[in-house]
């Protein structure tokens, strides 16, 4: 079965620095989103994506994070300056239709721990 | 503001027995209403889902019940079984917004031998 696929699945990184989550969303997928659990905490919604656009973006999703489909198969996620509250997984998902028309699939997560 | 709630925070459950977790939201604009289910490591995977035309829906060993003048939801896993032990997560949103979900908190399932 086609899988979202996360890379890396664990990175630290130091406070201030920009970090660069990969995914490769499933292959015939065109709508593209990142996640976010902090540790013992609920998933949040952060971004999607459709067309080369953000289609919807939460209050979490701030100048310091950009996302971008740099080629035909990578989805990224850019936090520009981390902070030690950005310490989560963050997961990237894709569906193959709009609105909630077929199932979102997740990846398994991207740990970033920020000291 | 939280959007959607959900119990219990966990769960123990006996092998054979009913597992049930519900959660209630708050937008009466929300029209779908899935289900995950995450193992440890692992990104949260689609379980079942329903949209409020309906007030049940069953694939399997678990069902989704739904009552739109109360606004809740709510998860029943029959017959229990210790591979369902996982954490699980309520959702909901508007389908025009697409997938841009609003989880509860999740509920922690430890299903015993």
């Known amino acids: 079965e086609p899988e979202v696929t996360q890379t890396p699945s664990h990175q630290v990184t130091q406070m201030g620095q920009e970090v660069i989550l990969r995914c490769v969303p499933i292959?015939?997928?065109?709508?593209f989103y990142w996640y976010r659990q902090i540790l013992g905490q609920k998933v949040e919604f952060l971004v999607s994506?459709?067309?080369?656009?953000?289609?919807?973006k939460s209050e979490i999703f701030d100048d310091q994070f950009s996302v971008e489909r740099p080629d035909g198969s990578n989805f990224t996620l850019k936090i520009r300056s981390t902070k030690l509250e950005d310490s989560a997984m963050y997961f990237c998902?894709?569906?193959?239709?709009?609105?909630?028309?077929?199932?979102?699939?997740f990846g398994n997560g991207t740990r970033l721990t920020v000291t | 503001q939280q959007q959607v709630k959900q119990s219990p925070q966990s769960l123990i459950v006996q092998k054979g027995g009913i597992s049930i977790i519900n959660c209630a939201y708050e937008?009466?604009?929300?029209?779908?209403f899935p289900w995950y289910q995450q193992f440890p490591g692992k990104g949260p995977a689609l379980l079942i889902a329903?949209?409020?035309?309906?007030s049940e829906k069953k694939e399997g060993r678990f069902t989704i019940s739904f009552n739109k003048s109360a606004k809740q939801f709510s998860l029943h896993i029959m017959d229990s079984q210790p591979g369902d032990s996982a954490t699980y997560f309520c959702?909901?949103?508007?389908?025009?917004?697409?997938?841009?979900?609003?989880f509860g908190k999740g509920t922690s399932l430890l299903v015993t031998p």
């Open positions: 959702a909901a949103t508007i389908s025009n917004s697409g997938y841009a979900l609003n």
């Open positions: 994506f459709y067309n080369n656009e953000i289609s919807e």
């Open positions: 998902a894709s569906s193959d239709l709009p609105g909630t028309s077929s199932p979102l699939h």
């Open positions: 292959s015939n997928h065109l709508y």
């Open positions: 329903i949209r409020p035309d309906v």
């Open positions: 937008n009466t604009a929300f029209d779908y």
